[in-house]
């Protein structure tokens, strides 16, 4: 029998994940599109008019499969099957999916990559015919839902922290439920690991940042988006067949889940990861393929950075580094997530461009300090350009390699240096064309100072870990704030009141 090739995708993220900035609800909605593989590869199995079916593939929200039928009538009837199970199932009817079959190709040489270009461009056209919601049918509703505000209000739930009573669509009834049943489950199923600890993992943002005790930073969280920097291309070169593409599946996931399980071992019991001793400040929003977005305390948000990127340094398939790049920003646990997740994959976005350099390919990152939550009323690149040496936002991205140097050095001169100072030192280096002789002049106090108080090497490691001497003064004005508690090792109070 012939074998064809079925792929679908949950689409329209922002309608079923990040609509809400609830996190129990966010959880709920990126938790069952991860687990829609799974179903999906349960249907098949009991499909009778298909067989051999092979998981070549699972991601966040897509899977690729393979199968033998008896002609193209019966694997679109699979297709078909798939798609019905998915509008019908209670919990995964509320998302837009798209599901397509091709026939597999019978070409010697590249034949496997031009089927899996052609299933793609099918889920991209059939992604554009369809709604961008799911709206359900829900006769009788007289209101739209408190949470998302479009579908109807057909079910009513407890609101967070104020217990109150509120009406909501059965979305988010569903994804709600979802989020705070499998919160723990996720980190042990992924794992493969049963964690001894009772503790949970955090219920809301505000469980993430709030501590009184950090100062500034209270109240504060950081969001880490990560995700592979040309993986396509690796796999257009590498995975010729649906083997090899079944092996750099696995490969990644393996690579992934022992990041996960260090992390979660790196940080189990610590109480600088815990609010009020009993929930772990952490929250995983996006997990599969090769994307991934978390959310910590701000004060844990440039060690967590440094920790991804080490340990994803050794990553290879066929003999080729995986590259990552890293959106990092930090924000208010107030603000709108569904924003700052744009926001860092945008910052991803910037970093692979720089890593992607031919001459030298490298993991890279790209961070944001938000101090409101409006970003800027001008775009994204003049907002960053106006905060960079002469306009030069790319001198800004980090390599991965030199993130815990750039963290160790301004520690080290965080506590030698005037802050005023360095603030003044920024403005001048910000200003297009550099302002000249009083740019250089406050640089020079500054070196002086350093040396003085015996910190002059940390500011030549700044700068050797920076991608220009300039870059090297804005990291350090930057991060002042946010890199007093790097060390994993360490844990302070009232450092940054002390400043």
Same mark, same amino acid.
């Given at each position: 029998?012939?074998?064809?090739?079925?792929?679908?995708?949950?689409?329209?993220?922002?309608?079923?994940?990040?609509?809400?900035?609830?996190?129990?609800?966010?959880?709920?909605?990126?938790?069952?599109?991860?687990?829609?593989?799974?179903?999906?590869?349960?249907?098949?199995?009991?499909?009778?008019?298909?067989?051999?079916?092979?998981?070549?593939?699972?991601?966040?929200?897509?899977?690729?499969?393979?199968?033998?039928?008896?002609?193209?009538?019966?694997?679109?009837?699979?297709?078909?099957?798939?798609?019905?199970?998915?509008?019908?199932?209670?919990?995964?009817?509320?998302?837009?999916?798209?599901?397509?079959?091709?026939?597999?190709?019978?070409?010697?040489?590249?034949?496997?990559?031009?089927?899996?270009?052609?299933?793609?461009?099918?889920?991209?056209?059939?992604?554009?015919?369809?709604?961008?919601?799911?709206?359900?049918?829900?006769?009788?509703?007289?209101?739209?839902?408190?949470?998302?505000?479009?579908?109807?209000?057909?079910?009513?739930?407890?609101?967070?922290?104020?217990?109150?009573?509120?009406?909501?669509?059965?979305?988010?009834?569903?994804?709600?439920?979802?989020?705070?049943?499998?919160?723990?489950?996720?980190?042990?199923?992924?794992?493969?690991?049963?964690?001894?600890?009772?503790?949970?993992?955090?219920?809301?943002?505000?469980?993430?940042?709030?501590?009184?005790?950090?100062?500034?930073?209270?109240?504060?969280?950081?969001?880490?988006?990560?995700?592979?920097?040309?993986?396509?291309?690796?796999?257009?070169?590498?995975?010729?067949?649906?083997?090899?593409?079944?092996?750099?599946?696995?490969?990644?996931?393996?690579?992934?889940?022992?990041?996960?399980?260090?992390?979660?071992?790196?940080?189990?019991?610590?109480?600088?990861?815990?609010?009020?001793?009993?929930?772990?400040?952490?929250?995983?929003?996006?997990?599969?393929?090769?994307?991934?977005?978390?959310?910590?305390?701000?004060?844990?948000?440039?060690?967590?950075?440094?920790?991804?990127?080490?340990?994803?340094?050794?990553?290879?398939?066929?003999?080729?580094?995986?590259?990552?790049?890293?959106?990092?920003?930090?924000?208010?646990?107030?603000?709108?997530? $569904?924003?700052?997740?744009?926001?860092? /994959?945008? %910052?991803? #976005?910037? +970093? !692979? *461009?720089? =890593?992607?350099?031919?001459?030298?390919?490298?993991?890279?990152?790209?961070?944001?300090?938000?101090?409101?939550?409006?970003?800027?009323?001008?775009?994204?690149?003049?907002?960053?350009?106006?905060?960079?040496?002469?306009?030069?936002?790319?001198?800004?991205?980090?390599?991965?390699?030199?993130?815990?140097?750039?963290?160790?050095?301004?520690?080290?001169?965080?506590?030698?240096?005037?802050?005023?100072?360095?603030?003044?030192?920024?403005?001048?280096?910000?200003?297009?064309?550099?302002?000249? $002789?009083?740019?250089?002049?406050?640089? /020079?106090? %500054?070196? #002086?100072? +350093? !040396? *003085?108080? =015996?910190?002059?090497?940390?500011?030549?490691?700044?700068?050797?870990?920076?991608?220009?001497?300039?870059?090297?003064?804005?990291?350090?004005?930057?991060?002042?704030?946010?890199?007093?508690?790097?060390?994993?090792?360490?844990?302070?109070?009232?450092?940054?009141?002390?400043?």
């Amino acid at each position: 029998m012939p074998n064809y090739l079925l792929r679908f995708e949950g689409v329209n993220l922002d309608s079923f994940v990040f609509d809400t900035d609830r996190l129990p609800t966010i959880r709920g909605g990126s938790l069952l599109l991860l687990r829609a593989v799974g179903e999906v590869e349960t249907w098949l199995r009991d499909e009778g008019s298909i067989s051999g079916l092979e998981t070549v593939s699972r991601g966040a929200s897509a899977g690729l499969f393979r199968f033998a039928a008896a002609d193209a009538g019966a694997a679109e009837s699979a297709r078909a099957l798939v798609e019905h199970r998915l509008g019908e199932d209670p919990r995964l009817c509320h998302a837009t999916f798209v599901v397509d079959v091709v026939l597999e190709s019978s070409e010697a040489v590249d034949g496997f990559r031009l089927d899996a270009e052609r299933l793609l461009a099918k889920n991209r056209f059939r992604q554009m015919r369809a709604p961008s919601v799911a709206m359900p049918v829900a006769p009788g509703a007289k209101e739209p839902c408190a949470v998302d505000r479009i579908r109807p209000a057909v079910a009513t739930q407890a609101a967070p922290r104020s217990g109150d009573q509120e009406k909501v669509s059965a979305s988010v009834a569903v994804r709600t439920r979802e989020g705070r049943k499998a919160k723990q489950e996720f980190y042990d199923i992924e794992t493969g690991k049963v964690w001894s600890h009772p503790r949970p993992f955090a219920f809301d943002f505000h469980q993430i940042a709030d501590d009184p005790k950090r100062g500034s930073l209270h109240g504060k969280m950081a969001v880490l988006h990560l995700d592979g920097n040309s993986f396509g291309a690796i796999q257009r070169q590498e995975c010729t067949t649906w083997e090899l593409q079944k092996e750099f599946d696995q490969a990644l996931r393996g690579y992934r889940r022992e990041l996960l399980k260090d992390l979660l071992t790196e940080i189990d019991g610590r109480s600088d990861w815990l609010w009020k001793d009993t929930t772990y400040r952490f929250e995983t929003l996006l997990w599969g393929g090769d994307e991934m977005i978390w959310v910590v305390p701000a004060w844990h948000g440039w060690w967590l950075l440094s920790f991804a990127l080490e340990r994803m340094a050794g990553w290879k398939f066929k003999g080729e580094p995986l590259h990552h790049a890293a959106g990092l920003v930090f924000c208010h646990a107030k603000a709108p997530i $569904r924003r700052i997740t744009k926001l860092a /994959e945008a %910052l991803t #976005g910037l +970093a !692979k *461009a720089v =890593g992607k350099a031919r001459d030298n390919p490298r993991s890279t990152a790209a961070y944001q300090v938000l101090e409101s939550f409006d970003l800027a009323p001008e775009s994204f690149a003049a907002f960053r350009a106006k905060r960079s040496p002469a306009g030069a936002a790319e001198q800004l991205i980090v390599d991965g390699g030199n993130a815990r140097q750039l963290a160790e050095s301004i520690q080290t001169l965080g506590s030698a240096l005037p802050r005023g100072k360095v603030y003044r030192a920024v403005a001048e280096l910000a200003k297009e064309p550099p302002g000249g $002789r009083a740019e250089i002049a406050e640089i /020079e106090i %500054l070196r #002086g100072i +350093a !040396k *003085a108080n =015996g910190v002059e090497t940390a500011l030549a490691e700044l700068e050797q870990a920076s991608a220009s001497p300039a870059a090297a003064w804005f990291h350090l004005a930057e991060l002042w704030d946010y890199l007093v508690d790097f060390s994993p090792e360490t844990e302070t109070e009232g450092n940054h009141a002390a400043r």
